[in-house]
């Protein structure tokens, strides 16, 4: 967001092409690198990971501390029993094992290429087109001036924060994943077919005031983003992360992010190539984008809302996942409330540990995750 309001303060106080308009953007971007690098000191460890690395002490503490509750907690105690089960058998996993386990079964699959599909369908919205040629856009609408398109697009980055830090705090546990998607795709697609079909239809006079029509259009890429921040923009990351089995998680985590930025860069360099040849076809290709990816919403994304992380699992089996995930659509048939309590955790892992020849029983992790407390 800040980032922003330095190129737009830079281009209105440095005149001319003097080398400073690019060095001193470029030097600022280093501070939040730092104050990222001094905040990871006092970062808590994930309780997953370090029980993925038979550290079930410090897993221990750690989970206690980002609960604030004690070790000897009740819940504590049960939430960590829970996570090593699910973990037995599948400790310090090679990358092969993994790539093996990610295709085992058509559930493992499923659930793993999930997480690349929405970060593949993220980049498909638009957003970076908008985030780096904002001021190109603004222009083709028909807002005039270098500085002020560099002003829309800060005001731009100030609603996409406060929205986007909105609806992770108010909407995506009320309203739910799958409906965040769904609804935020639809807004998304009408604010770029708008944006396109007014392109053609009333097309930027140089010489002419802004008309209604146009206003308009510049109202839809703020009307964007405010669907965009509740939706496309932090859900992918949130489902990526619960749906992720335990055991492949840091490779199906890398994969969903190497395809967030593979096709970042994609759209980056295909944008000004599309505004310049295709024009407000540009638009038009986002918006039917945003149209196929609320569909894959609808028929292929389970709600997981309220289900605990150790029974995710459970919402990827059955015979026909899609036809369950299109179910989640409608709250009367929705499974993530009889999941809510779920017992039922890590059978299948248990299944595949066993297939490996793992022999470790359950009782026997959670007599090693006690140890010392004798």
């Known amino acids: 967001m800040l980032s922003y ?37 006092f970062q808590n460890e994930s309780p997953r990971w370090l029980v993925e690395k038979n550290r079930h002490e410090e897993a221990r503490s750690a989970l206690a501390r980002v609960r604030s509750k004690s070790q000897e907690d009740p819940s504590v105690v049960q939430e960590l029993d829970e996570i090593i089960e699910d973990f037995m ?53 028909g807002l005039k001036g270098t500085s ?21 705090m108010f909407m995506t546990e009320q309203v739910g994943r799958k409906w965040s998607l769904i609804v935020g795709a639809l807004g998304q697609a009408f604010a770029m077919f708008y944006i396109g079909v007014n392109g053609y239809v009333n097309p930027p006079n140089a010489n002419a005031a802004l008309t209604g029509s146009s206003i308009f259009a510049i109202v839809c890429v703020y009307l964007f983003v405010t669907f965009y921040s509740f939706g496309w923009g932090p859900i992918p990351f949130v489902l990526s992360s619960e749906c992720s089995p335990n ?9 969903a992010l190497m395809t967030q930025w593979l096709f970042n860069f994609v759209i980056a360099k295909l944008t000004p190539i599309m505004l310049a040849s295709i024009t407000n076809g540009t638009f038009l290709l986002f918006g039917s984008c945003c149209i196929a990816m609320g569909l894959y919403a609808v028929f292929c994304v389970p709600e997981t809302k309220n289900v605990p992380l150790e029974s995710i699992h ?27 309590n779920a017992s039922n955790v890590g059978h299948d892992e248990d299944e595949f540990a066993k297939s490996k020849g793992y022999n470790v029983r359950v009782e026997d992790a959670n007599r090693s995750s006690h140890a010392g407390q004798d």
Request: charged content about 15%.
């Open 5 to 41: 309001f330095v190129n737009y303060g830079v281009n209105l106080n440095i005149p001319g092409n003097s080398a400073k308009k690019w060095r001193i953007p470029f030097a600022l971007q280093m501070l939040p690198g730092v104050l990222l690098l001094v905040g990871i000191v």
């Open 148 to 168: 002020a398109g560099l002003f829309a697009t800060g005001i731009y980055g100030v609603v996409k924060v406060v929205l986007t830090s909105l609806g992770l």
């Open 314 to 340: 459970l919402l990827f089996e059955g015979d026909s996942i899609v036809k369950s995930a299109t179910k989640d659509t409608l709250a009367r048939y929705r499974r993530a409330e009889g999941l809510k």
């Open 247 to 255: 055991h492949v998680r840091s490779l199906v985590m890398a994969c």
């Open 89 to 141: 058998g599948h400790e310090k996993m090679s990358l092969r094992a993994q790539l093996k386990a990610v295709c085992e079964s058509k559930r493992m699959f499923y659930q793993c290429s999930m997480a690349v599909i929405l970060m593949f369908w993220q980049q498909w919205t638009g957003t970076n087109s908008i985030n780096y040629y904002s001021p190109q856009i603004f222009a083709s609408i």
